[in-house]
Each structure stands twice: as structure tokens, then as C-alpha cells.
């Protein structure tokens, strides 16, 4: 069972930058791969933000996000950070980290339904 925690966001303005923090533990880290995905409005299936993997820390972005964000993994810390610059209105939602095993040749996954653990969400609103 991994325990994922996320944390960092807040009410911010369009233009800003922003880091988010994904803790984990009860699990070996460092075999994990992390992704970050947001919804918004709440029902909304999730969107694939980033994602790490767990060799050489690989990563893997949406296509809304790219060049704005970078996923980064420290495995002293368990923790997966997201930096966000340049926010916009768009950026708003739930932010959720979320992880499943990583394996040798396993590419970086984007679907919801492929990851195993899921963190409570952080909430990111970006005003115009």
C-alpha cells in the first residue's frame, strides 16, 4: 500500500509560479513511477499533467503543460515536486499525484486507470 500526499497549493494570479509537493510512503519509492494529473470542474475525468519515471527519472508531459511545467523526483525525500510557471486560468483544478510500479521497459503511463495510488488532491486556482 502507498500512501501519497500532496501538498502546495493555493489561490494564485495568472502569470505566477507554483510548486507543488507529492510525498509518499509505504511503498519502495524508488521503483515507483509518480504522474500528477488535475480535474476540474470535480466529475471531470482527470488530465495526465507530468509524469516521472522511476529509472533515470524520465519524464513525460501533456501537451497543455509543456514547457510551463517540470516534474522533478528526489528519492532521499520520497518526493516528487511539480513547478509551475507561467499559470493560467486553465491551470485551475484539483491537482492529484498518483503512482504504479515501475518496471524495466515500461513506458510512462497517461491514463488515469493505469496508476494504483492515489493522493487526496491539492487545489490550484489561478485567477485571471
Known amino acids: 500500500q502507498v500512501h501519497l500526499v500532496e501538498s502546495g497549493g493555493g489561490l494564485m494570479q495568472a502569470g505566477s509560479s507554483l510548486t507543488l509537493s507529492c510525498s509518499a510512503s509505504?511503498?519502495?519509492?524508488?521503483?515507483?513511477?509518480i504522474g500528477w494529473f488535475r480535474q476540474a470542474p470535480p466529475g471531470n475525468e482527470r488530465e495526465f499533467v507530468a509524469?516521472?519515471?522511476?529509472?533515470?527519472?524520465?519524464?513525460r508531459y501533456g501537451d497543455s503543460v509543456t514547457g510551463r511545467f517540470t516534474i522533478s523526483r528526489d528519492n532521499a525525500q520520497n518526493t516528487v515536486r511539480l513547478q509551475m510557471i507561467n499559470l493560467k486560468p486553465g491551470d485551475t483544478g484539483v491537482y492529484y499525484c498518483?503512482?504504479?510500479?515501475?518496471?524495466?521497459?515500461?513506458?510512462?503511463?497517461?491514463?488515469?486507470?493505469?496508476?494504483?495510488?492515489w493522493g487526496q488532491g491539492t487545489q490550484v486556482t489561478v485567477a485571471s
Open positions: 509505504g511503498g519502495f519509492f524508488e521503483r515507483l513511477n
Open positions: 498518483a503512482s504504479y510500479r515501475g518496471a524495466w521497459g515500461r513506458p510512462l503511463l497517461t491514463r488515469p486507470e493505469d496508476y494504483d495510488f
Open positions: 509524469a516521472v519515471n522511476w529509472n533515470r527519472g524520465g519524464v
